[in-house]
């Protein structure tokens, strides 16, 4: 939600200390962070027996169902005893090979990933240029302080309105008082098309008086 990182070398060392294992929800750094895009522990180049990633295909391989990656005896254990692997029926060929495809092309081409940062760091630059919060922020996610729900679900809207879909978080999901825009950029957006989307939060922003 607030577009950060988490400490995991320090996360990892803590649980170390306690002989507790470590598992990461790479939902979001999957594809994304990392010199190959392999997520939070590649990004900080760590390798551990007692950490263990699981991601979703869900968002950046535009896909469904996910992963988890640990040591094999995990594995095996999770193969016969999760229990989205008992009694129910598995995810369609259709969807494995989407997933498949998708790894592929990221492991492949790494101009995607490189895109996909150019456009972030423009994108966040801009929006910081312009006067907007965006909570300090490094990693895909980028938040767009807002504070008031009221104003937040406002400011969604009229970006809506004009062909903007970056919706509105509010409470449970962060605290009252925090509520703002999230944005997630793709590697094929254009730099035509941040730069037309800054100046509508500029224009927006203004008329609402966030900035
Ligand atoms: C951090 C995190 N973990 C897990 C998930 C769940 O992913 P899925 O919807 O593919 O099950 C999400 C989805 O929004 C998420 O944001």
Redo the contacts with the bound molecule.
Sequence with gaps: MDGDIAPLPDILEVAKMYDAWVIV?D??ATGVLGENGRGTAEHFRLKDDQLIQVG????SLAS???YVAGPEPVIEWLRNNSRSFIYSTALPPSICAGSIAAIEILESNHLIRRRLWKNIKRFRQGLINLGFDTMGGQAQIIPILTGDTNLTMEFAEALFEKGIYAPGIRPPTVPEGKSRIRVSLMASHTYEQIDRVLSVFQKVGRQLGII
């Design positions: 929800d939902a979001h979703t295909f869900s968002k469904l169902g996910g």
